[in-house]
């Protein structure tokens, strides 16, 4: 298994916006459901929003509405649209397969994730 790379982490004011993107090898992203997970400070690590393989999406509740994830097939790319940012979303962001209902991760190897701070 090949890690996922996480990308586009950076530190934003409250209430910006900010797209991180993870690249997956093709043999993982075309077979499963694919997800956002974070880790903050205190190293607890919970869902934020996942993709079906048909595209359908759903997100957290501490996110939904200001976060939208979307993937580019051809490129074996997922994305997190992250608007209205606030400080409490600050950690880091991994992206791995997920399993339906529970939005459990799949892989137990992560990538190296990447960092969003959010300033108030």
């Known amino acids: 298994q090949v890690r996922p790379v996480e990308s586009g982490g950076d530190w934003v004011q409250a209430g910006g916006s900010l797209r991180v993107s993870c690249v997956v090898s093709?043999?993982?992203?075309?077979?499963?459901?694919m997800a956002w997970y974070r880790q903050n400070q205190e190293k607890q690590r919970e869902f934020v929003a996942i993709?079906?393989?048909?595209?359908?999406?759903a997100a957290a509740e501490s996110v939904k509405g200001r976060f939208t994830v979307s993937k580019d097939n051809a490129k074996n790319t997922l994305y997190l649209h992250m608007n209205r940012l606030k400080p409490e979303d600050t950690g880091i962001y991994y992206c791995?397969?997920?399993?339906?209902?529970?939005?459990?991760?799949?892989?137990?190897?992560w990538g190296q994730g990447t960092q969003v701070t959010v300033s108030s």
């Open positions: 791995n397969a997920a399993s339906l209902p529970t939005m459990t991760p799949v892989y137990a190897d």
């Open positions: 093709e043999s993982i992203f075309s077979v499963n459901h």
């Open positions: 993709i079906t393989r048909a595209g359908g999406s």
